[in-house]
């Protein structure tokens, strides 16, 4: 658990499946730049019972308040497979949006991501024009390094993509 001023980002536990499921798969408020897709179930559990959907760099965490109620999710995925790094994400639900969340959590995972690991390198990509996303990784201290044209398909149309970065050596 990495604790926070606001948040608490953890690993998944069994019991809080239910609650994740219903809060991922809720589509009737995703944000304007989140992608329109249903979630699974049975992939989520079964990504659990493999490896409570974590092993160390790689892996889905929940984003919580200090009550322990879950306002989003968090976590990295690896990129490129020439890059030495991953790629960080962050979701915050519907009704706890504006709070600051988003930018306390990665805070923390960068800090964790750089401590545990030897790895020189973060990444967050977002939709071009998601200003709110943007604001969020420039106040942590990612950098702009480029646009990814047309790299998404996103409420029925292609989109471009914001590449963000963060460097060991940038801390």
């Keep these: 658990m990495i604790r926070g001023q606001s948040v608490i980002v953890r690993t998944i536990r069994e019991i809080d499946i239910p609650s994740l499921f219903a809060m991922a798969e809720d589509l009737t408020e995703p944000g304007e730049f ?8 049975r992939v989520l559990i079964t990504e659990f019972e493999r490896n409570g959907c974590w092993d160390n760099t790689t892996g889905k965490l929940l984003i919580t308040d200090l009550e322990g109620h879950i306002v989003g999710d968090a976590g990295f995925s690896q990129s490129r497979h020439y890059l030495d790094g991953r790629e960080v994400y962050y979701r915050i639900f519907a009704g706890h949006r504006g709070r ?4 306390e959590a990665l805070q923390l995972l960068s800090a964790y991501f750089f401590k545990a690991t030897s790895m020189s390198r973060l990444e967050a990509v ?7 996303s943007e604001k969020v990784l420039q106040k ?3 950098v702009l390094e480029g646009t990814l044209r047309k790299a998404r398909y996103l409420h029925g149309k292609l989109v471009d993509l914001t590449l963000f970065s963060l460097l060991r050596s940038d801390l």
């Design 100 to 103: 600051g969340y988003a930018s």
């Design 126 to 132: 977002t939709v071009a024009g998601n200003i709110a």
């Design 140 to 142: 942590n201290g990612f």
């Design 34 to 41: 989140m992608p329109f897709a249903l979630l699974s179930e």
